[in-house]
């Protein structure tokens, strides 16, 4: 009768482990049920115990991460109002601020779905493809949103790099080398933050950008982002434990530049030399 009763845990973690792909600790994939032992009924519930503790530490680590992503946008909103408050109605700012989050949503979604290796540069895309359409919709300047956009776009990145990384450390998801790279990140953004607040009290004084036109503060700082974004790629290649995700890295790395000197060629042009 006894044997009875300690045959239901087993089951009952072999319904869930069948059901959800789920292993607790000392159960296998050929695990027989059988009328278990004193001992491999205390492993089953210590198991129990381990895997609840897990579960809860998951559910508060997505509710931390869940939490950055609001301070992200809720940061690129309160930044860019702030930054064009002066030039253009609020329910204006408010709505293109909406679509430019609607456009990063469905980014992260198309890269979670097809193209995960991109995912920077899907999201980037969405932000992108949104912001034009605002510009044409709303009639925005289009270097005016360039300056505002690009410091919101770096409060944007610097919460969201925060809870990847919060996402690495909770669960122990990367390599050493992996989890440097992440923090380099990080510190990258905060960089493009600190240039961007430099440039923008000194740029109208520099001699070899005599025309002083606005859009110099937000493009400078994105070319100077993208091109280290690049050579961080670099670095990342060699974290890669997979060859398949080599041609991932190489394009990061190439798309990056090109993009940087597409930035720094319209500075010149803008330039007025």
């Known amino acids: 009768m006894i044997k009875s009763f300690l045959v239901i845990p087993n089951l009952f973690l072999e319904f869930i482990k069948n059901s959800y792909r789920f292993r607790p600790f000392g159960l296998s994939g050929s695990t027989v049920l059988s009328s278990p032992s004193k001992d491999s009924v205390s492993k089953t519930f210590a198991g129990m115990t381990r895997d609840g503790v897990r579960n ?3 559910h508060m680590t997505t509710f ?6 609001v301070f992200a946008a809720f940061s690129f909103s309160f930044v860019f109002w702030r930054r064009l408050k002066e030039d253009y109605p609020h329910n204006c700012i408010f ?3 909406l679509i430019v989050l609607a456009g990063s949503l469905i980014g992260q979604w198309v890269g979670y779905t097809w193209a995960r290796e991109y995912l920077f540069w899907t999201v980037s895309l969405g932000v992108v493809l949104a912001s034009l359409y605002s510009l044409k919709k709303f009639s925005f300047k289009f270097y005016e949103v360039i300056d505002a956009s690009a410091i919101g776009f770096f409060w944007f990145l610097l919460f969201s790099n925060l809870a990847l990384l919060f996402s690495v450390v909770s669960f122990n998801l990367s390599s050493l080398l992996t989890l440097k790279i992440q923090l380099l990140k990080v510190a990258l953004v905060l960089l493009s933050m600190l240039l961007y607040r430099f440039i923008s009290t000194r740029y109208r004084k520099l ?3 005599p025309s002083g036109r ?3 503060v937000g493009m400078a700082s994105l070319c100077v982002y993208l091109f280290l974004y690049a050579i961080l790629s670099v670095f990342a290649i ?6 398949p995700q080599l041609p991932a890295e190489s394009v990061n790395v190439i798309i990056g530049v090109v993009l940087s000197g597409v930035l720094a060629f319209t500075i010149y042009k803008r330039a007025g030399l």
């Open 64 to 69: 931390a991460n869940s939490l950055f992503l």
């Open 56 to 58: 809860k530490y998951a």
């Open 95 to 97: 709505k293109f601020t």
């Open 214 to 216: 606005i859009g110099f």
């Open 207 to 209: 001699s070899w950008y």
């Open 238 to 243: 060699g974290s890669v434990s997979q060859l």
